[in-house]
């Protein structure tokens, strides 16, 4: 056990603060400490632009391997690099689907045709991707996907019908990857496929769902005959579900250093709100800020943990990894109502008209969300009780 | 940066774990309160033997010359055990004090412990009670701004029930000959660092007991049916148990930074112990309240041997400082100006 940072990694810190004083300036200068969940429609235009800023710097895709454009950054070094990048108040990533899941996963699971054409899209930033997962019948019971692909053989295509829903950032994305049953007989995790569909084309129609913040970051996303490469398909038709919970254990890793670091810059705007309104005076509230702020270091120092125990390459992480989504969206959750506890009587009063939320508004009503989406609280604990603790199942009753 | 654990120190867990989980069972616990001391010599001389009241004792004094590092995955094992013999606090809190105080009292004393030949309690005021004083043979004890030393012939103990029947409490009142081994400015930082290594040992022993509170209510949860099932399998029962799963998978690494901070003399010790010893012993009460209800009626029975780990759990909890002490600490930390939060203060 070591917890400090080798000089070398304090020297690639520096390197890393350097160059973001350095870019994040002039017309990004306004996307500081935007863009993070509840806040991602915001500054579209300017964070793809950011995006390619960052290629250009090598600063994307930094966990990566080399060979795939990656920097090659060592656990360590990814988590100086997340440290720094959310201490210099850069905004909330656009691209960060590709980068955290759809990378990680082709790198994985993907041919070598898919990685040649894919990664080097989502390396320059230029290449934005969205997840097509959930449908209005396939929710928590994710494996009750409806969305069908069929292959075409005369026209060498996958054509897919159907509907996804909650499909955060598909009218930014120039791509999703999606789960749909290649065995139209088939029930549960069998025959499903992972696809990789690009989202500009005429059998794609995406509509913008209003959230109770007043903004749209999801849709729904309607496939009618739409059209995928016979070759654009992760794994054989079948692997599908392999595939998709592949991906989940990546949702789980590395890229949850990034997001702790956006809590904590939220975490800090409510200290510092605190500190000049007065509520930190309150025993109470004190005391509840305290708690987030050890609750925030112990997902940290457990997220190293898992990391540094190792996780498969083909993302699959320790059992403790299961307990991440329920913790993590709890505290987030708390996170808010504390926000709002601070505020005090200001609390429901808004910026600016029409429904011009500030941003600790925005997160209050958008951590609702946070123990709903990825697996509901209620269903993490199924999963934690029946795979982490082994308790009995429960009796699944069949679909008639 | 590694938050791994050698293999060395998990192939000693696992041993340490093989040894207790064999010799100090749920029936020696219950014997034990039948004993008019409650304590077993023989198991110490075991113990001894096995090297464990050395560990932490400097090898020139022929311990081992473990650090807390090394010593906080047996702690766990211990409070898996619910061990009644008072190893945590000797090798935690009554040796590390002796060897700061040094000079002829730890020439003394150290070998000693090390053979398991004498045991050393420290009695701080913040746990108005000193443990295991009837079995000292040396006790140190704070007495205002100033730490005493007394052997066991110059003290007069009145004994304090405990909610825990293992836990054997006494008020001590020097009686006759103590010498006076710190004053002021050295006496507080030595009663400080005695009180976090209190509450890291009290920490990783709720880690240890909120598992075996966990073991035990799977194991119920799977043989005992109604509606024709088992009911563990009911979603209403299960979450009880994930709950724990939870509190407790993220209670570990706080609890091992701790011991990684004090082994290294870290100027951020006490911030990270109050930190670990406010999530560990959040786990072991949630496991306590959570398996006591999953084990429906049977839990409030006597019989039943979950309340051996569940009252211990509340005896950590309020030990070596309670939630309001350390919560406190912790908020103080961070509104301190100029405290390092937030982004690159990962480790401060």
Redesign the interface.
């Known amino acids: 056990?070591?917890?400090?940072?080798s000089a070398q990694?304090e020297q690639f810190?520096t390197e890393v603060a350097g160059w973001l004083n350095a870019n994040l300036t002039g017309e990004f200068e306004k996307l500081k400490f935007r863009g993070g969940p509840g806040d991602e429609h915001t500054y579209p235009e300017e964070r793809k632009a950011w995006e390619k800023k960052l290629a250009e710097g090598g600063w994307t895709c930094v966990g990566w391997p080399a060979e795939h454009g990656g920097r090659a950054c060592s656990?360590?070094q990814q988590?100086i690099f997340?440290?720094?990048y959310?201490?210099a108040g850069a905004p909330g990533r656009v691209g960060h689907i590709g980068e955290g899941l759809t990378g990680p996963t082709l790198i994985a699971f993907g041919s070598e045709a898919q990685k040649e054409k894919y990664l080097p899209g989502i390396v320059s930033g230029e290449e934005l991707w969205c997840q097509g997962y959930s449908e209005p019948g396939a929710g928590s019971d994710l494996a009750n996907v409806k969305t069908k692909a069929r292959f075409d053989e005369d026209r060498g295509q996958w054509i897919l019908n159907g509907q996804k829903v909650w499909t955060s950032l598909a009218h930014e994305a120039d791509y999703c990857f999606v789960i749909a049953r290649t065995d139209p007989d088939s029930v549960a995790h069998k025959g499903l496929g992972f696809f990789l569909i690009k989202m500009d084309q005429p059998g794609v129609e995406i509509r913008p769902i209003e959230q109770i913040t007043g903004t749209s970051e999801f849709n729904e996303v309607f496939f009618d005959e739409a059209e995928c490469d016979a070759q654009d398909i992760v794994g054989a038709p079948g692997d599908g579900w392999k595939v998709a919970m592949g991906l989940l254990g990546f949702e789980r890793g590395v890229s949850t250093l990034g997001q702790q670091?956006q809590f904590?810059?939220e975490l800090?705007e409510v200290?510092a709100l605190a500190?000049t309104n007065g509520a930190?005076r309150d025993p109470i509230i004190?005391?509840r800020?305290?708690?987030a702020?050890?609750?925030l270091?112990?997902?940290?120092?457990?997220s190293?943990?898992m990391l540094?125990?190792q996780s498969g390459s083909d993302g699959s992480l320790q059992k403790?990894a299961l307990?991440y989504k329920?913790?993590w969206a709890t505290w987030h959750r708390g996170l808010g109502e504390l926000a709002m506890d601070v505020m005090g009587p200001e609390c429901e009063i808004l910026d600016d008209g029409p429904y011009e939320l500030n941003r600790l508004q925005s997160m209050y009503l958008f951590v609702r969300s946070d123990t709903i989406y990825g697996g509901t609280n209620?269903i993490?604990?199924?999963i934690?009780?029946?795979r982490?603790?082994?308790?009995?199942?429960?009796?699944r009753v069949t679909a008639k | 940066?590694?938050?791994?654990?050698?293999e060395d120190q998990l192939l000693f867990q696992d041993s340490v774990r093989d040894f207790l989980v064999n010799e100090i069972t749920p029936e020696r616990i219950r014997a034990s309160w039948e004993s008019e001391s409650g304590r077993d010599s023989a198991l110490w001389s075991q113990l001894a033997e096995l090297g464990l009241t050395g560990m932490t004792v400097p090898e020139a004094y022929g311990g081992l010359g473990m650090s807390e590092?090394d010593f906080v995955l047996l702690a766990q094992e211990c409070g898996y055990v619910a061990l009644p013999e008072p190893l945590v606090h000797s090798a935690l809190v009554a040796v590390p004090l002796l060897v700061d105080i040094g000079g002829e009292l730890a020439d003394q004393w150290l070998p000693k412990v090390a053979t398991g030949e004498a045991k050393v309690v420290a009695g701080l005021e913040q746990n108005l009670l000193v443990e295991d004083a009837h079995v000292a043979d040396l006790l140190l004890l704070q007495q205002g701004d100033s730490l005493v030393a007394a052997t066991a012939d110059a003290v007069s103990l009145i004994h304090n029930e405990s909610v825990d029947p293992s836990r054997k409490l006494f008020a001590v009142s020097v009686a006759g000959a103590a010498a006076v081994v710190a004053n002021g400015d050295q006496a507080q930082s030595l009663i400080q660092s005695s009180l976090d290594r209190g509450a890291l040992g009290a920490a990783a022993q709720a880690l240890g007991l909120a598992q075996r509170m966990?073991d035990l209510s799977?194991q119920y949860?799977?043989d005992r049916k109604q509606f024709g099932?088992?009911i563990?399998?009911?979603?209403a029962?299960?979450?009880h148990?994930?709950?724990v799963?939870?509190c407790l998978?993220?209670?570990?690494?706080?609890v091992?930074?701790a011991a990684?901070?004090i082994a290294?003399k870290e100027s951020v010790a006490s911030h990270a112990v109050s930190?670990a010893k406010?999530?560990a012993c959040e786990a072991a009460n949630l496991a306590a309240k959570n398996c006591i209800q999953v084990h429906g009626a049977m839990g409030y029975t006597w019989e039943v041997d979950l309340h051996i780990y569940m009252k211990k759990a509340w005896a950590m909890a309020n030990s070596w400082g309670d939630a309001g002490f350390h919560?406190?600490r912790?908020?103080n930390?961070?509104?301190t100006d100029g405290a390092a939060?937030?982004?690159?203060a990962?480790?401060a």
Do not use: W
């Open positions: 056990m070591k917890l400090s940072f990694d810190r656990i360590e988590v997340f440290e720094e959310a201490r670091m904590q810059n800090d200290v500190k930190a004190r005391q800020i305290a708690r702020h050890a609750e270091k112990i997902m940290r120092y457990n190293m943990r540094s125990g403790e307990i329920l913790f209620q993490q604990r199924n934690i009780a029946e982490g603790l082994g308790m009995p199942k429960e009796p | 940066m590694d938050f791994t654990f050698t590092l966990i799977v949860t799977s099932q088992a563990g399998a009911f979603q029962v299960k979450h148990m994930a709950n799963a939870v998978e993220y209670a570990k690494a706080p091992h930074r990684y901070s290294c930190q406010l999530n919560k406190t912790v908020a930390h961070i509104f939060l937030g982004a690159g990962t480790f």
